[in-house]
Each structure stands twice: as C-alpha cells, then as structure tokens.
C-alpha cells in the first residue's frame, strides 16, 4: 500500500467513527426528551419513594371525599341453602333400585335397594364396620343400633353398649319388616344393610350410582335444614360477630328477623390449586316454616352496623378509590392540581360500596380521590 492510499484509508475510518459517535449521542437525547429524568430527580423523596405523579388529570375518573356518618347498614346478597352435600357408603352388593334426586327420607325409610333388599336409612354419627351379634363385645355401634331401632318401635329397652338377646329379637323384627324371611332374618345386624346419616330425616341431592351397578355411593345427600349464607370482605368479617342482629329479605320482599349464628374469618385451604375459603356470616332458622316454601334461592342479608364509630362522623370514600397496599396497608390517590398524590389511610366500617377512613392524614372534605 502506498502512502497516498494509507491516508485515504485512515481518512475514511475517522469520517465512520465520527458518524457512530453522531448517532448515539442522537439516541441518548431521543430517550432523555422521552423519560425527562430529570423531573423524577426532583420528585425522589429522602427515602427514595415519588410522592407525587405528573398526570394528565383530565383524564381519571374522581370523586370527592365525604364527611358524614356512614350507612348505619351493610346490606348483602346471600343464598338460601342446604349445608355441604356428602356422599352415602358404597353399595356392597348389586344396586336394584335408586333413590330419586329432591325426595327427603326419615329414619326407617328405603334409601336404595340393593340385591332385591331394602337398605332404609340409619342415623348416628359413626359408620357400622362389624357384624353385630349377641356375643360381640360391647361398643357404641351397639348403642347406635339401639337408639336406631327404638325409634323404630322394634326396640323396647333403654340403648346400652351391650348386644343381649333382646337386641337380637329387636333385630330380627326389624329384618322381618324389611321382607326377609327364614335364615335371613337371623337377628344378626350387618353394616352394609343400612345406609347411615349423622341426622335425620335427609334430602337426597344428586343420584351417583346406575342399576347393576356395586362398590359406587348410590347418591349424595344433604339435611332438610335451610340456613342463609354471605360471602363478606376482610374488613367486614372482622366488624361482624356471632349474636349480631340481621334481617333476611326473602324473594317476595319479606323479611325475617334473625341474628348471625357464627362468622368465619375465612382462609382456610380449599385443596385446589392453594385456593383459601372467603371470609362468610352464616344465618340459622330454628323455624323452618319461615323459610322451607323457598328451597334454595338468593335472598338479601341486611346487617346494622352496631360498631360505636357507626354514629361518628369521619370522612368517606367510594370503596373503588381504596388502593390496597403491601402488608395489609391501604391508600387513595388525590388530586392535586396537576398532580397526583397518594395518601396512606386507615379503613373502618365498609357499607354501600362506600368506606369509613378511620384515619387519613391531609385529606379533607371536598377532595377529589381517583376511583376505578
């Protein structure tokens, strides 16, 4: 190469360079004129935290905090229900007949038939696992046995543990009812020729099983009893308790007085995909005729607030503006002027879809907090 075209060469890779450090220094400018960093330098307080947002106001939705006393009311939807359904024992021999879904059966009465043989409902606590028979030790299911059968009028005596002769003869009355004649109805109790309950009567819910077919639950069953059930937030569920005063409004616009029978705070796993149960008030009708006409169906559930903070007056805010924050901590975001500023706040009393602020500091009546 010579020396007239070594400088050309090098000529030319200076002009490339130069055009290189052109262009970024181009880019670096497009991104400051974009981001502006030098306005979040000034808005980073001590703690490294933006107190306040440049936003185009205009364009949030607001509404204006509130000063009064909040609803002295929560009202809810509910539902009329049945408790948790559950599943009868496994049919041990061949299905021949089914229950039918909605039919409520009393103790003593056919829950299914199986093997051509009746299988009536039988209510305790504890399944039957033994053969009973007069020279079994004694145990509860002996008990149970009795109790079942003297409600039946099969069994005269007081229930004990003990299975005597006169278990034995109560037994075989009992068998002898249900058809069975000659060794059939030997007085010897076998588990799988009942169906067992913890209570009775009961409800059947869904039938599970199909004729000719063993080894599968014939069908689920419910109580006959009817409760009303809501679904509450956190902060609710923590104003409420059991013994509090309610009013249930039934689909024709009736209404029964009622108190809570318990509260649940929720949290517990459901076993599906680490889902946790959801905070709920529970209603019981120790007269059920008030309820029974209606099934299960959605109804209304009208607590008061008995709390003392539900006659004092404090500021309120749609429950859209409250922004929950990390370790159970809430926040509005306010309007100021051009600006947007988030204000910690403490929660009290939630009715209406509006909320109590039990503390906000800086916040007044007349101010405008951002809602969704």
């Known amino acids: 190469m010579t020396r007239t075209e070594a400088r050309r060469f090098g000529t030319?890779?200076?002009?490339?360079?130069?055009?290189?450090?052109?262009?970024?220094?181009?880019?670096?400018?497009?991104?400051?004129?974009?981001?502006?960093?030098?306005?979040?330098?000034?808005?980073?307080?001590a703690d490294g935290r933006s107190p306040s947002r440049n936003v185009d106001v205009t364009t949030l939705r607001t509404q204006p905090v509130t000063k009064g006393v909040l609803n002295a009311e929560t009202r809810l939807g509910a539902t009329l229900q049945y408790d948790k359904a559950s599943d009868f024992a496994a049919a041990t021999g061949t299905i021949t007949q089914l229950p039918v879904a909605g039919k409520q059966i009393n103790t003593g009465e056919q829950v299914y038939e199986m093997d051509g043989v009746s299988v009536p409902l039988f209510h305790g606590e504890r399944p039957f696992w033994r053969t009973l028979q007069t020279d079994v030790s004694d145990g509860p299911d002996v008990t149970q046995l009795e109790r079942n059968l003297a409600e039946l009028g099969f069994f005269g005596g007081e229930p004990d543990a003990h299975f005597d002769w006169m278990t034995r003869e109560a037994v075989r009355q009992w068998q002898r009812s249900l058809g069975l004649t000659g060794d059939a109805a030997d007085g010897m109790f076998q588990?799988?020729?009942?169906?067992?309950?913890?209570?009775?009567?009961?409800?059947?819910?869904?039938?599970?099983?199909?004729?000719?077919?063993?080894?599968?639950?014939?069908?689920?069953?419910?109580?006959?009893?009817?409760?009303?059930?809501?679904?509450?937030?956190?902060?609710?569920?923590?104003?409420?308790?059991?013994?509090?005063?309610?009013?249930?409004?039934?689909?024709?616009?009736?209404?029964?007085?009622?108190?809570?029978?318990?509260?649940?705070?929720?949290?517990?796993?459901?076993?599906?995909?680490?889902?946790?149960t959801s905070p709920s008030a529970r209603i019981d009708f120790p007269d059920q005729s008030q309820v029974a006409k209606f099934g299960p169906v959605s109804v209304n559930l009208v607590i008061p607030n008995a709390s003392a903070s539900a006659n004092t007056e404090t500021l309120i805010v749609p429950?859209?503006?409250?922004?929950?924050?990390?370790?159970?901590?809430?926040?509005?975001?306010?309007?100021?002027?051009?600006?947007?500023?988030?204000?910690?706040?403490?929660?009290?009393?939630?009715?209406?879809?509006?909320?109590?602020?039990?503390?906000?500091?800086?916040?007044k009546a007349g101010d405008k907090v951002v809602v969704s």
Not at 335 to 345: A, K, N, S
């Open 12 to 45: 030319r890779r200076r002009i490339i360079a130069t055009i290189m450090v052109i262009i970024v220094i181009a880019g670096l400018a497009v991104t400051c004129v974009a981001t502006k960093p030098w306005t979040l330098i000034g808005l980073l307080t």
């Open 191 to 276: 588990p799988a020729s009942v169906a067992v309950a913890p209570s009775a009567p009961i409800r059947i819910t869904q039938v599970k099983a199909k004729l000719g077919e063993s080894n599968v639950s014939p069908a689920s069953y419910t109580n006959v009893t009817l409760h009303v059930e809501a679904t509450l937030t956190a902060t609710q569920a923590a104003t409420f308790k059991a013994g509090d005063k309610a009013q249930v409004v039934l689909p024709d616009n009736t209404t029964i007085d009622a108190t809570l029978a318990a509260v649940d705070q929720g949290g517990q796993s459901t076993g599906t995909d680490g889902q946790t």
């Open 319 to 363: 429950v859209t503006a409250i922004v929950a924050s990390a370790g159970n901590t809430y926040a509005v975001d306010v309007v100021r002027g051009d600006m947007l500023i988030r204000v910690p706040v403490e929660i009290g009393l939630v009715a209406n879809a509006q909320v109590q602020l039990t503390k906000a500091d800086g916040l």
